[in-house]
């Protein structure tokens, strides 16, 4: 039995890929129907695995409208080192908050989701995406320059520091 | 005032969750599943227990009751399997739940072929069914029932803005249980949900589930 905790949980993951409070609730009704079908798979944490079905389920849904494409970004120039928590130094007012995710596409809003609530580190982000970790460094460090460039998002260490860690 | 970003995503998506009807209704997809479960698991697990008291050598009349407890309770599963259309009301309740709900079609189409040919994504045909005479197609949408992936079709409005909603799903038994099917000399069968009347019944392979505007 999956408890309200998770499940809102699931929720909350559905609600960053669709940003659509109905979608997100039928994508969860979904995944759990798919997940209670026999044979119902024995897994100590169900979660990992539901996250999953939402993911693929979502992606099936936009797939015929193309709303959601997986680009190829190009991993030259990027440093080796680096990593999801150069989002770290990024601050925003409350107040723009919903805002910056209503310019952000589905695989955006979705990687700052696992970062900042799930607390996921790079590797399983791109574990969870189905991408290869430089694919994802690239699209993390174009999403970091796409956030600063809007009016909503600062950035803590422009007048010195380090992004990379 | 600033904050962090990765604080303010957090509190942004804390403070979304499901409403509690919402939650109720994902509950009572996980116990309807449980029970079935259940069910299917009983006689393994009665089983279980009556191997010791064999062992222990129970005197006669222990050994009579627990048979006697056996075949009780093998009429009573049987009793409940048999119970007619024992998905019909889960049915109808879906279909009422988004029936009312409206939610915009993905396809606008009045032309029953050009419709079955809008839903790509399907592993099934939409098809045509002598109870359906009168149902003049309006559109449609990809939908589920019981979870498995369906068409939502709605009919064109009438004079008064009535509409009905009709679904189409592959029919598969183990999930939606026995259901009526016409062509077997079965009557279709009628569920009421919050005061609307739903017609369900198997042809072709297809389950429909049709609501009656009144």
């Given at each position: 039995m999956i408890e309200e905790q998770d499940l809102n949980r699931l929720y909350r993951y559905a609600l960053s890929l669709s940003a659509d409070a109905d979608l997100a609730y039928d994508l969860v009704h979904g995944a759990i129907g798919r997940f209670l079908e026999p044979p119902m798979p024995e897994l100590e944490d169900p979660i990992p695995y539901l996250m999953r079905s939402i993911r693929n389920a979502f992606i099936d849904i936009k797939r015929r409208d193309t709303r959601y494409q997986h680009e190829v970004y190009d991993d030259e120039g990027l440093p080796q080192d680096y990593d999801i928590r150069a989002l770290e130094s990024l601050s925003i007012d409350q107040k723009f908050i919903t805002q910056l995710l209503n310019q952000l596409n589905s695989q955006e809003r979705e990687i700052l989701y696992l970062w900042a609530v799930e607390g996921y580190s790079t590797s399983e982000v791109?574990?969870?995406?189905?991408?290869?970790?430089?694919?994802?460094?690239?699209?993390?460090?174009r999403l970091r320059n796409r956030l600063l460039s809007t009016a909503f998002v600062k950035d803590a260490l422009r007048n010195g520091g380090s992004y990379y860690v | 005032m600033s904050k962090s970003l990765k604080s303010e995503l957090k509190d942004h998506y804390q403070s979304a969750k499901l409403s509690e009807k919402q939650l109720a209704r994902l509950s009572s997809l996980q116990k309807l599943n449980h029970q079935d479960k259940m069910a299917e698991v009983e006689p393994i697990t009665k089983l279980s227990h009556v191997m010791p008291f064999s062992k222990r050598m129970?005197?006669?009349?222990?050994?009579?009751?627990?048979?006697?407890?056996?075949?009780?309770?093998?009429?009573?599963?049987?009793?409940?399997?048999?119970?007619?259309?024992?998905?019909?009301?889960?049915?109808?309740?879906?279909?009422?739940?988004?029936?009312?709900?409206?939610r915009p079609l993905d396809f606008v189409e009045s032309d029953f072929r050009k419709l079955n040919q809008s839903f790509v994504q399907l592993d099934f045909n939409l098809q045509n069914s002598a109870l359906l005479d009168n149902f003049i197609y309006g559109g449609g949408r990809y939908c589920s029932l019981l979870s498995i992936p369906a068409a939502q079709i709605r009919s064109a409005k009438g004079s008064q803005g009535e509409y009905e909603t009709l679904y189409q799903v592959d029919y598969r038994e183990s999930i939606f249980g026995d259901l009526p099917k016409p062509l077997e000399g079965e009557s279709s069968i009628v569920r009421y949900h919050k005061g609307v009347a739903v017609e369900i019944w198997v042809d072709k392979g297809i389950l429909f589930a049709k609501t009656h505007s009144i």
């Amino acid at each position: 039995m999956i408890e309200e905790q998770d499940l809102n949980r699931l929720y909350r993951y559905a609600l960053s890929l669709s940003a659509d409070a109905d979608l997100a609730y039928d994508l969860v009704h979904g995944a759990i129907g798919r997940f209670l079908e026999p044979p119902m798979p024995e897994l100590e944490d169900p979660i990992p695995y539901l996250m999953r079905s939402i993911r693929n389920a979502f992606i099936d849904i936009k797939r015929r409208d193309t709303r959601y494409q997986h680009e190829v970004y190009d991993d030259e120039g990027l440093p080796q080192d680096y990593d999801i928590r150069a989002l770290e130094s990024l601050s925003i007012d409350q107040k723009f908050i919903t805002q910056l995710l209503n310019q952000l596409n589905s695989q955006e809003r979705e990687i700052l989701y696992l970062w900042a609530v799930e607390g996921y580190s790079t590797s399983e982000v791109a574990d969870l995406l189905n991408m290869p970790k430089g694919t994802l460094l690239s699209k993390i460090y174009r999403l970091r320059n796409r956030l600063l460039s809007t009016a909503f998002v600062k950035d803590a260490l422009r007048n010195g520091g380090s992004y990379y860690v | 005032m600033s904050k962090s970003l990765k604080s303010e995503l957090k509190d942004h998506y804390q403070s979304a969750k499901l409403s509690e009807k919402q939650l109720a209704r994902l509950s009572s997809l996980q116990k309807l599943n449980h029970q079935d479960k259940m069910a299917e698991v009983e006689p393994i697990t009665k089983l279980s227990h009556v191997m010791p008291f064999s062992k222990r050598m129970l005197p006669s009349w222990a050994l009579a009751c627990c048979f006697l407890l056996a075949i009780l309770s093998f009429y009573l599963i049987q009793w409940r399997t048999e119970e007619p259309w024992p998905k019909a009301d889960a049915i109808a309740a879906e279909v009422v739940y988004n029936h009312l709900k409206q939610r915009p079609l993905d396809f606008v189409e009045s032309d029953f072929r050009k419709l079955n040919q809008s839903f790509v994504q399907l592993d099934f045909n939409l098809q045509n069914s002598a109870l359906l005479d009168n149902f003049i197609y309006g559109g449609g949408r990809y939908c589920s029932l019981l979870s498995i992936p369906a068409a939502q079709i709605r009919s064109a409005k009438g004079s008064q803005g009535e509409y009905e909603t009709l679904y189409q799903v592959d029919y598969r038994e183990s999930i939606f249980g026995d259901l009526p099917k016409p062509l077997e000399g079965e009557s279709s069968i009628v569920r009421y949900h919050k005061g609307v009347a739903v017609e369900i019944w198997v042809d072709k392979g297809i389950l429909f589930a049709k609501t009656h505007s009144i």
